[in-house]
């Protein structure tokens, strides 16, 4: 994606935003000596959002594929309901 493109309200950007306040919350943590239990469930919090960005940039490439190759209306949900992960 070009950077041209994104907006502010851009609901992947906004996510990347998040996981990188996670991130840092988690070094915090860290650093601070917190519990190793509470650090680890941060970072597995961190890891499922990631996981969510993926299936979204995945979601959005295959629907603009499917858009430029003039396939049914109906394409876009099937991609997304297929790639529902």
């Given at each position: 994606m070009q950077?041209?493109?994104?907006?502010?309200?851009d609901p992947v950007l906004?996510?990347?935003?998040?996981?990188?306040g996670q991130v840092g919350?988690?070094?915090r943590m860290y650093e601070e000596g917190k519990e190793c239990e509470d650090i680890v469930q941060q970072v597995q919090a961190a890891r499922s959002a990631l996981g969510r960005v993926v299936r979204d940039l995945l979601t959005n490439e295959a629907c603009k594929c499917a858009k430029s190759a003039k396939k049914?209306?109906?394409f876009d949900r099937v991609i997304k309901n297929l790639l529902r992960i």
């Open positions: 950077k041209s493109n994104l907006k502010k309200t906004s996510k990347l935003n998040r996981i990188e919350a988690i070094k049914s209306k109906d």
